[in-house]
């Protein structure tokens, strides 16, 4: 096929928190040399940050470094946190607030800020325009390219105008390839593109696997005399039964809204299990309740988060490409933030491939500089030193494995001499259906409490829906014939947008998959038991439109 063919020093995949910094450390240094420098980022939402979501207590450490002035920049960080509130839940309506000296340090919050990553995001890619940063949004990195060596040249942009059956429209307009001596893979947690790069290049030898959690949002415009400007609450404990792990979260925002979540680790064992509507039974205990009575939902997302940490991350550079961010698994998932260590990444990574380009090197190289950067980093330091707490947890369960944790956080600095390893496999967890209780959700009261299509809709979730389904299946006949039979179909559950569905017809039980409902949040790419689905980029600008998530 003819493709338009444009060339780049740099190309950049994905204009999240990672992908941003990485362009905009690039720019600066570029202006401080006095060098010209040609950068682009593509973005598959059809705007910046219409598919970012993130909780978010976002902590400043990298915007410091990246941006000294961002105050008098105009960066979004309004709401400075004021409080923690750390709670165990052990029922439906009861619960324990736990002392500071309890709690993990790295829960606690001082100096940070509640904000949108959305909007962050939206202001970082001001910041890297009038840089010089080049900003497609809607276009989808489909595919990469490999130079004749075997090195990454370049990334090739989704086709427009495709049938259902991939047949061309009257419409169609092929990708474009963008050509690159350094490509940088910034799409966040499971990146369907990382993810081939890091088997095509074993960038996860000898790595523990990498272990994911699922997090839902919510935001919420609730009475004023309910709103507490700045108050963070955590909680452990229920919904989610011992066997389960994860946490909810409640941040008071700006303009008497706040943001409610649930995250899910999708290690979970009971294939009934769906983290949708642990999440609605969430919001119905007392402690979250008390806020969102009387108020209005006003968005709803669900993203997939990488949480495995120090022992999971794989190496990050290959020849010619690097990973940044979620696509590597940069979170602290002791600290459940994940945007500072991605904007840290970005920034290692860029000062890596700038010194590469500015000595004369035409690109395709394995720049183990970015390795060596990374080690003499806090961002080493910081994930080193919570590498245990993950593994804690799996180990130990939810109260020792937190015990733990607190005694190496606290008093130790999380430099106790062990080194915990989690090497199961997530998507290898679940039990067979008949051997675990089936669990029954309550009807949703549309007060606190909601079905999937009505929460996909305030998602703003769209699709052409004449185009070639983005859901790949190796084996059609697995989902009725292997994870039907034993496994109830854990799609039509694990799923948090209603995609998967399970119909009874004449001719015997047929699965379906809605993807037009689908907020990418590559679940099921993650959690098939059969690892037999596969999340591919559809059209760009397809998926949520989040407005500031």
Not at 427 to 442: F, G, R, S, T
Request: hydrophobic share 35%.
């Amino acid at each position: 096929m003819e493709r338009e063919s444009m060339e780049f020093d740099v190309v950049i995949v994905g204009a999240g928190p990672a992908g941003l910094s990485t362009a905009c450390q690039l720019m600066k240094l570029a202006q401080e040399k006095e060098q010209e420098l040609m950068v682009c980022v593509v973005e598959k939402g059809s705007e910046v940050g219409a598919h970012i979501l993130s909780g978010a207590v976002f902590e400043p450490r990298a915007l410091n470094e990246l941006f000294p002035d961002w105050k008098e920049k105009g960066a979004p960080l309004n709401t400075e946190v004021t409080g923690d509130d750390i709670y165990l839940f052990n029922g439906e309506d009861s619960a324990v607030k736990l002392p500071g000296f309890s709690v993990p340090k790295t829960m606690h919050n001082e100096g940070n800020y509640i904000v949108s990553m959305g909007n962050v995001c939206r202001w970082l890619a001001e910041q890297a325009e009038q840089l010089g940063v080049e900003i497609f949004p809607g276009f989808p990195a489909q595919d990469i390219i490999y130079n004749e060596d075997g090195s990454v040249g370049g990334i090739i942009t989704g086709d427009m105008g495709l049938d259902a059956e991939g047949k061309p429209k009257d419409s169609f307009m092929p990708g474009m390839e963008l050509k690159a001596k350094y490509t940088v893979f910034a799409e966040g947690c499971r990146g369907h593109l990382g993810k081939e790069l890091i088997a095509k290049f074993a960038l996860d030898a000898d790595k523990s696997p990498q272990h994911y959690g699922l997090g839902f949002k919510e935001i919420w415009d609730i009475a004023p005399e309910k709103h507490q400007e700045g108050l963070v609450v955590h909680s452990a404990g229920w919904p989610l039964d011992k066997d389960t792990g994860g946490g909810g979260y409640l941040y008071h925002a700006e303009n008497n809204q706040v943001f409610v979540g649930l995250i899910v680790d999708l290690n979970y064992s009971n294939p009934h299990l769906s983290p949708f509507d642990e999440f609605q039974r969430y919001k119905h205990h007392p402690k979250i309740a008390q806020y969102l009575e009387g108020g209005k939902r006003v968005s709803y997302g669900a993203r997939a988060m990488a949480k495995g940490g120090f022992n999971s991350l794989p190496k990050m550079t290959m020849p010619g490409a690097v990973l940044v961010g979620c696509d590597a698994g940069t979170i602290n998932y002791a600290k459940i933030k994940g945007n500072h260590t991605a904007m840290k990444s970005g920034m290692l990574a860029a000062e890596s491939i700038f010194e590469a380009l500015a000595a004369g090197d035409e690109g395709a190289k394995d720049l183990i500089s970015y390795t060596e950067k990374y080690q003499d980093s806090w961002l080493y330091e910081e994930l080193y030193n919570t590498r245990n707490f993950g593994p804690a947890m799996h180990k130990f369960g939810t109260f020792l494995g937190g015990a733990y944790n607190t005694l190496d956080q606290n008093f130790f600095g999380g430099k106790l001499p062990f080194n915990f390893k989690d090497e199961s496999l997530d998507h290898e967890q679940l039990k067979l259906a008949k051997d675990v209780p089936v669990i029954n959700y309550p009807k949703p009261d549309n007060k606190l409490s909601f079905d999937k299509l009505s929460s996909v809709f305030l998602s703003n979730t769209n699709h052409e829906e004449e185009q070639p389904c983005h859901l790949k299946l190796a084996d059609s006949s697995i989902p009725i014939n292997v994870n039907l039979a034993k496994y109830n179909e854990p799609a039509q559950r694990y799923c948090p947008a209603g995609v998967y569905e399970v119909e009874s017809t004449e001719e015997g039980d047929k699965f379906v998959i809605n993807s037009q409902n689908c907020v990418h949040c590559k679940t099921c790419d993650i959690k098939d038991p059969a690892q037999n689905i596969t999340w591919v980029t559809p059209e760009g600008t397809g998926g949520p439109n989040y407005p500031n998530m």
